[in-house]
């Protein structure tokens, strides 16, 4: 199983999970908030930093 199949795995309904990686990719993006979620353990992957993301100005009721 692929980190990206563990890490979808490891969301919430109706929220995108991603990694640390991921993250700092997008961190500097205004377009996206985050909410950290701390590190997480994934099934042979150990424990992996996640964050939630969601675009800016959008709420859930906005999905």
């Known amino acids: 199983m692929n980190t990206a199949s563990r890490i979808e795995g490891s969301s919430e309904p109706g929220k995108v999970n991603i990694s640390r990686d991921t993250y700092e990719y997008l961190a500097n993006d205004p377009g996206f ?31």
């Open 33 to 63: 908030q985050f909410t950290p979620r701390g590190k997480i353990a994934v099934k042979g992957k150990g424990e992996v930093e996640m964050f939630f993301v969601e675009s800016a100005g959008k709420s859930d009721t906005d999905l």
